[in-house]
């Protein structure tokens, strides 16, 4: 088993900077995938970011270009730096990780956090 621990949410007025960390602990050896979903209410839970262990991403269209995503494997911790945040980024933010074959990020996967809500205000 994998367990997430999410932190960094918070509230932020537009404009602003945030920076999210997820941590792994557990069964490390089982993933190479780290990233991040979002759920805004009555919306669907999104792709917002992902990383694989030899540091490919892949991005959501709506966050590109403001959102960076990183990790330190030898922290097993996975990064997402939010700047230029808008109202409609407001959601519970989910660290998603999990293993696959390959170069790409094809997620969600099995293990995912409790979630951090960030709230951006207009």
């Known amino acids: 088993q994998v367990q997430l621990v999410e932190s960094g949410g918070g509230l932020v007025q537009a404009g602003g900077s945030l920076r999210l960390s997820c941590v792994a602990s557990?069964?490390?050896?089982?993933?190479?995938?780290m990233g991040w979903y979002r759920q805004a209410p009555g919306s669907q839970r999104e792709l917002v970011a992902g990383?694989?262990?030899?540091?490919?991403?892949k991005y959501s269209d709506s966050v590109k270009g403001r959102f960076t995503i990183s990790r330190d494997n030898a922290k097993n911790t996975v990064y997402l730096q939010m700047n230029s945040l808008e109202p409609e980024d407001t959601a519970v933010y989910y660290c998603?990780?999990?293993?696959?074959?390959?170069?790409?990020?094809?997620?969600?996967?099995?293990?995912w956090g409790q979630g951090t809500q960030v709230t951006v205000s207009s």
């Open positions: 990383i694989t262990s030899t540091g490919s991403t």
């Open positions: 998603n990780a999990g293993r696959q074959i390959g170069i790409l990020w094809s997620g969600p996967y099995p293990y």
């Open positions: 557990g069964s490390i050896n089982s993933i190479n995938r």
